[in-house]
């Protein structure tokens, strides 16, 4: 067995986070070095999927789970108006490989993702 993922430990409680919406299959967090004004992180809270491209081949539910999760965060924490990131892949500067999307929102002008 691998390691746990980082995200997996938040979600046991392992790591502290605040979990700030979840539902049975996904959950969310705020990233811990925030690249926008919103920057929160919505994670299948299984780890079986490494990427999005993974996610959508195996659980397309589950990926629209995802996105309906972060339009729902993008309406709570900005104006509704949100951008959706799947880092896929190291050189494309995806670091843990436990598919998570990354929701900017808020003032994006300064955002470092694009
Ligand atoms: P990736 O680079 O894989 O697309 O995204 C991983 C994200 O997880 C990064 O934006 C990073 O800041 C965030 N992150 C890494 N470790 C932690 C942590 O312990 N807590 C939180 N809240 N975010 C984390």
Same mark, same amino acid.
């Given at each position: ?51 999005? @491209?993974?996610?959508? =081949? /195996? ?10 999760? %972060?339009? !729902? &965060? +993008? ?12 880092? @896929?892949?190291?050189? =494309? /500067? ?10 900017? %929102?808020? !003032? &994006? +002008? ?5």
């Amino acid at each position: 067995m691998s390691e746990p993922s980082i995200f997996t430990r938040i979600l046991n409680g392992e790591i502290p986070s605040e979990i700030i919406a979840q539902t049975d299959t996904v959950f969310a967090i705020r990233d811990i070095a925030p690249q926008a004004a919103v920057h929160l992180l919505v994670i299948p809270k299984t780890a079986q999927y490494r990427d999005v @491209t993974e996610l959508a =081949a /195996g659980d397309p539910a589950l990926l629209s789970e995802v996105v309906a999760v %972060a339009k !729902d &965060l +993008a309406a709570e924490h900005a104006n509704g108006d949100f951008r959706l990131i799947f880092n @896929t892949g190291a050189e =494309a /500067g995806q670091t843990v490989f436990h598919v998570h999307a990354h929701v900017l %929102a808020g !003032d &994006l +002008a300064e955002s470092s993702m694009g």
